[in-house]
C-alpha cells in the first residue's frame, strides 16, 4: 500500500511534520526520505576521528527511523523547529548515543587490537566538559550536538594543541604545572595554550559557533 505521505510539498508539509511528531512513522519516514540528502550532508560533517572507519550516514539515519522522535518533552520542543532542524538534532542525538555505545563496547573489549578508545575516550570526554562550559539552552538535543560540534573541532586541531587543551581540561592541570610537562616556564606554557585555544575557536567559529572570550579560562 502506497504511503498516503509520498511525495508532500508545500504546506501540506505542516500536516505531514505535525503528524510525525504525533508518532505517525509512515509520516516520520516520510519526512526523512524528503530531506534524507540534507541530512546526509549534516552528519557527515559531523562523524570525525576514527568512527568514520565504524559508521556512515546511513547507518545513523537508520537509527533515527527505528528510534522516531522520543519523549513529550523533546517533542514539545521540536515543534518549534523547522522540519530538516528537527531531523538534524534528532541525527545528532542519535550519532551522540551511537559514539557513547561504540567506545564503552571497546572498553569493555580486552581482545582489541586498535580500540576506537585509542586518543578518542579522552577527547570526547573533553568535548563534554568543554561544551558544558558553553552557554546555551539546557535541551538534551542541543547538547548531544553541542558534544559532537566540539569533539569535531577537537579533531581538526594539531594533536599538540589538542593535548594541552587535554591537560588542561580534562587533567585539570594549572599553568605551571603544564610548563613542568612541556619542559617550558609558566608563561610560556600560558602562550602555549593560548595558542591552542584560539586555534579551537577559530575552529568552532568555522562550524557556526562564537565562543565568548570568557567561556574557558587557564
Given at each position: 500500500?502506497?504511503?498516503?505521505w509520498a511525495g508532500v510539498e508545500?504546506?501540506?508539509?505542516?500536516?505531514?511534520?505535525?503528524?510525525?511528531?504525533?508518532?505517525?512513522?509512515?509520516?516520520?519516514?516520510?519526512?526523512?526520505?524528503?530531506?534524507?540528502?540534507?541530512?546526509?550532508?549534516?552528519?557527515?560533517?559531523?562523524?570525525?576521528?576514527?568512527?568514520?572507519?565504524?559508521?556512515?550516514?546511513?547507518?545513523?539515519?537508520?537509527?533515527?527511523?527505528?528510534?522516531?522522535?522520543?519523549?513529550?518533552?523533546?517533542?514539545?520542543?521540536?515543534?518549534?523547529?523547522?522540519?530538516?532542524?528537527?531531523?538534524?538534532?534528532?541525527?545528532?542525538?542519535?550519532?551522540?548515543?551511537?559514539?557513547?555505545?561504540?567506545?564503552?563496547?571497546?572498553?569493555?573489549?580486552?581482545?582489541?587490537?586498535?580500540?576506537?578508545?585509542?586518543?578518542?575516550?579522552?577527547?570526547?570526554?573533553?568535548?563534554?566538559?568543554?561544551?558544558?562550559?558553553?552557554?546555551?539552552?539546557?535541551?538534551?538535543?542541543?547538547?548531544?550536538?553541542?558534544?559532537?560540534?566540539?569533539?569535531?573541532?577537537?579533531?581538526?586541531?594539531?594533536?599538540?594543541?589538542?593535548?594541552?587543551?587535554?591537560?588542561?581540561?580534562?587533567?585539570?592541570?594549572?599553568?605551571?604545572?603544564?610548563?613542568?610537562?612541556?619542559?617550558?616556564?609558566?608563561?610560556?606554557?600560558?602562550?602555549?595554550y593560548s595558542r591552542a585555544l584560539?586555534?579551537?575557536?577559530?575552529?568552532?567559529?568555522?562550524?557556526?559557533?562564537?565562543?565568548p572570550d570568557d567561556e574557558l579560562?587557564?
Amino acid at each position: 500500500m502506497q504511503n498516503k505521505w509520498a511525495g508532500v510539498e508545500g504546506d501540506d508539509e505542516n500536516e505531514l511534520f505535525e503528524s510525525a511528531l504525533q508518532g505517525d512513522s509512515e509520516a516520520f519516514a516520510a519526512l526523512l526520505q524528503k530531506y534524507r540528502p540534507q541530512l546526509k550532508l549534516y552528519l557527515n560533517g559531523r562523524i570525525c576521528g576514527v568512527l568514520r572507519q565504524r559508521i556512515d550516514s546511513s547507518d545513523v539515519i537508520q537509527e533515527v527511523a527505528m528510534h522516531g522522535v522520543g519523549s513529550a518533552a523533546s517533542v514539545d520542543y521540536l515543534r518549534t523547529q523547522s522540519p530538516l532542524r528537527c531531523l538534524q538534532l534528532l541525527a545528532g542525538h542519535r550519532l551522540y548515543e551511537i559514539f557513547r555505545y561504540h567506545l564503552e563496547r571497546e572498553k569493555r573489549d580486552p581482545r582489541r587490537e586498535r580500540s576506537l578508545d585509542d586518543g578518542n575516550s579522552s577527547t570526547m570526554a573533553l568535548a563534554r566538559l568543554l561544551a558544558d562550559s558553553m552557554l546555551s539552552p539546557a535541551q538534551n538535543l542541543l547538547q548531544a550536538e553541542r558534544i559532537l560540534m566540539v569533539h569535531q573541532a577537537l579533531d581538526s586541531m594539531d594533536a599538540d594543541g589538542r593535548q594541552i587543551l587535554t591537560w588542561v581540561h580534562y587533567e585539570s592541570l594549572t599553568r605551571s604545572s603544564l610548563g613542568e610537562r612541556l619542559g617550558i616556564n609558566e608563561e610560556a606554557a600560558r602562550k602555549r595554550y593560548s595558542r591552542a585555544l584560539k586555534q579551537f575557536g577559530d575552529i568552532m567559529q568555522k562550524l557556526g559557533y562564537e565562543c565568548p572570550d570568557d567561556e574557558l579560562q587557564f
